[in-house]
């Protein structure tokens, strides 16, 4: 097999968006060639889309974003054995190093040598998914049964993302869980929580047509809407955040008043909903931080400390790709309809600039509310 030409999406300054071609050679022996099918466009792809940058991490040479996909098997290298060309799979984008102790753990998320396709954080950067077709390690590719789409396929990621933040939790049954942020992730947590037996789960966000799409939709049992305010001093933003608080545990579900929340997912990256959620955490409880936002943040840490609240961190996956795609091909009792987190596809290369711009929206110019963005290379 000859190396070939294949199309590709590079970024090469905020909003500098060019299709170009790039040389690709055949797989390696342990790789194999995926001709990319479906990528749902991220929070973080849309970070270095409008800024060239994500939070601290800056690009330092022309990038190719995209990270959720799947896409079908088209060459496989010598060694491949359990992949064939014309199988439908998920790809699994963070390599690590599988040697050091995390990795041996089987915590390779936090492995320090972990390379991540669209990430600017390592150098030279790995090259993301919005591209004809890539070479990737077939033991990071993973198969997907018939009965799951590749729209399906392209949400493994992110549903990953909330597996993963509820294996790091670790609570009991019949807890009752607050999930600030109603995108993606956000409603993909709340469904991972009501599916391993939430007793109530409740959704906090500042647009209410997001809090509206979870109820309606399954992903939670209520929501509040989070009031918009901008105070300044410390004081003002401590007060504010446990008035947001106050607002969570005032929600009734069936007559009942909540009260304090046995879990809360910060999902946002914005520091008062994560202080929002340590108000609102009851003694004993635990707040995930899932969101990446502002890098420093500040934390009301005695009312975290004086109460036994556990901060629990997350970052991306481990071990998950399994369970979400068994989980999107059996659907268990309470797991909605994940395909209706894709409200907007976009077809072919030459509309991925278009994809992105409509991704940074909260609705599009007929009203719809814009949750993930699909762009469709098939």
């Known amino acids: 097999m000859c190396a070939s030409r294949v199309k590709a999406a590079v970024l090469h300054g905020e909003r500098d968006l060019r299709l170009e071609e790039r040389r690709l050679p055949p797989p390696e022996e342990d790789e194999v060639q995926v001709a990319i099918q479906s990528t749902g ?22 990038l190719t974003l995209g990270h959720e996909s799947s896409g079908i098997v088209v060459a496989i ?29 089987g915590r390779y998320n936090i492995c320090k040598k972990l390379r991540f396709r669209s990430s600017a954080k390592t150098f030279p950067h790995l090259q993301g998914t919005l591209q004809e077709r890539i070479n990737h390690p077939a033991r ?32 009991r049954s019949e807890t009752t869980v607050l999930v600030f942020g109603a995108g993606t992730v956000g409603l993909l947590t709340a469904a991972v929580s009501k599916v391993y037996g939430a007793s109530t789960v409740v959704v906090a966000d500042i647009q209410r047509d997001r809090v509206d799409f979870a109820i309606a939709n399954g992903f939670a049992d ?9 105070p300044q001093t410390l004081d003002e933003r401590l007060s504010y955040a446990q008035e947001v608080a106050r607002q969570a545990q005032a929600v009734r579900v069936n007559g009942e008043r909540i009260g304090e929340y046995g879990a809360a997912y910060e ?25 990446m936002g502002t890098p420093n943040l500040i934390v009301p840490m005695g009312a975290a400390a004086l109460r036994e609240i556990d901060l ?33 596809r976009f077809k072919g290369m030459d509309e991925i ?5 409509m991704a940074g929206k909260i ?10 963005v699909v762009v469709d290379m098939s």
């Not at 466009?41 to 330092?60: A, E, K, P, Q, T």
Request: proline share 6%; net charge negative; hydrophobic share 35%.
């Open 267 to 291: 999902c946002t990256g914005v520091e008062v909903c994560l202080q929002s959620s340590i108000y609102a955490t009851k003694p004993g409880g635990r707040v995930m931080v899932i969101g």
């Open 77 to 105: 290298g010598e060694e491949v054995r359990d992949l064939k060309p014309g199988d439908r799979v998920a790809l699994e984008v963070g390599l690590p190093c599988e040697h050091c102790e995390y990795c041996e753990g």
């Open 41 to 62: 466009l991220c929070g973080s792809d849309l970070h270095y889309f409008n800024h060239f940058r994500n939070g601290d991490i800056l690009v330092r040479e022309p």
């Open 312 to 344: 629990v961190g997350v970052f991306r996956y481990a071990n998950t790709y399994s369970a979400a795609i068994e989980m999107i091909s059996n659907k268990p009792p309470g797991l909605p309809d994940l395909e209706k987190l894709v409200t907007h």
């Open 222 to 230: 209520a929501g509040i809407v989070v009031p918009f305010a901008m």
């Open 353 to 357: 600039k278009h994809a992105f711009e």
């Open 363 to 372: 609705k599009d110019g007929e009203g719809k509310l814009v949750i993930k």
């Open 140 to 171: 990071w590719t993973h198969k997907l049964p018939d009965s799951i789409s590749l729209d399906q396929g392209a949400l493994v990621e992110p549903l990953s993302v909330a597996l993963h933040s509820h294996r790091r939790a670790n609570l």
